[in-house]
Nanobody
């Protein structure tokens, strides 16, 4: 059984900062890529940022230079620090983990339940 436990999010004024974290809970899980996606009302879920086990990162163009993703492999936790937030960053942010259960042969994608981030103008 694997759970993604998200924390952070909330309401912040434009120009402010916010931090999110997500822990993958499950001893039988080998974690590969971790990251964050977001979905605004009326829009499709899209990439925010991902980070591989070696620390290499990938960011959406819209957040480059403002957001920073990091991870703690021992804790199976991924973090997202967001700065200079804009109203258009308002969305539900979903934790993403790509990993393999010990008993399984192939990787699976796991999603968190989502946490709301609202940026007021």
């Amino acid at each position: 059984q694997v759970q993604l436990v998200e924390s952070g999010g909330g309401l912040v004024q434009a120009g402010g900062s916010l931090s999110l974290s997500c822990a993958a809970v499950g001893n039988a899980l080998s974690v590969n890529t971790m990251g964050w996606f977001r979905q605004a009302p009326g829009k499709q879920r899209g990439l925010v940022a991902t980070i591989a086990t070696d620390g290499s990162t990938n960011y959406a163009d819209s957040v480059k230079g403002r957001f920073n993703i990091s991870r703690n492999n021992a804790l199976k936790t991924v973090y997202l620090q967001s700065h200079s937030l804009k109203p258009e960053d308002t969305a539900v942010y979903y934790c993403y983990v790509r990993g393999r259960l010990v008993a399984e042969r192939y990787e699976t994608t796991f999603w968190g339940r989502g946490t709301q981030v609202t940026v007021s103008s």
